[in-house]
């Protein structure tokens, strides 16, 4: 299974059809508290940068959907100050990447993005919430996945090596605060391309 069908089956397909509910922007306020559990037990700090993934569909509303977004992000950066940008990865999949220095206004800029997709019928072109975090061994990521209605954490290393201790680390630590998946097969990886640092790039 390449890159492409794994995040289309772990984050898309196969758990659409193993989905707890429907999409809810509203879970991601859960980060609101987990990011200061974070900071003060396990140094980890905001990495002040979270993008949202989706697959898109060729069709005027849903570009519609997609403009609004911008619109709604562009009207929200002289109040929020938080920055953002559109882009699309090497396998075809779409981010909203928005990068704030408040955590807290991070959270509410990602929450209102995926809450227009809702809105306009396409929640469950909605894949993942992805949250970056700094650490003194190497950077941490929360992934939030719509189709699941959980989190899982992701600690890359260089080599395309995962960080298994620091992951179930964040995941004892996060457990109550966040709803962890507790099935590890959807703790799928998301890998930057070759000239990138974070999953979208």
Do not use: N
Request: hydrophobic residues 35%.
């Amino acid at each position: 299974m390449g890159l492409l069908d794994g995040l289309r089956a772990v984050l898309g397909l196969r758990a659409e059809s193993d989905a707890r509910r429907d999409a809810d922007p509203d879970d991601l306020f859960g980060m609101s508290t987990a990011y200061i559990t974070m900071q003060t037990d396990l140094r980890y700090d905001s990495a002040d940068v979270g993008a949202l993934c989706f697959s898109g569909v060729d069709s005027g509303s849903f570009h519609d959907a997609v403009d609004e977004v911008e619109a709604i992000l562009e009207a929200g950066r002289e109040e929020t100050g938080t920055d953002f940008s559109v882009t699309s990865d090497d396998h075809g999949y779409h981010w909203v990447v928005l990068e704030d220095d408040d955590p807290e206004d991070l959270i509410t800029s990602m929450h209102f993005a995926a809450d227009t997709f809702i809105e306009h019928g396409y929640g469950s072109r909605l894949l993942a919430a992805v949250f970056a975090y700094t650490h003194r061994d190497g950077p941490a990521y929360w992934i939030y996945s719509f189709r699941r209605g959980r989190y899982y954490p992701f600690a890359p290393r260089s080599g395309r090596e995962r960080d298994s201790s620091a992951e179930f680390k964040l995941e004892a630590t996060l457990d109550g605060e966040l709803e962890i998946e507790r099935e590890k097969e959807y703790w799928y990886p998301l890998w930057p391309s070759e000239r990138g640092t974070h999953p979208w790039e």
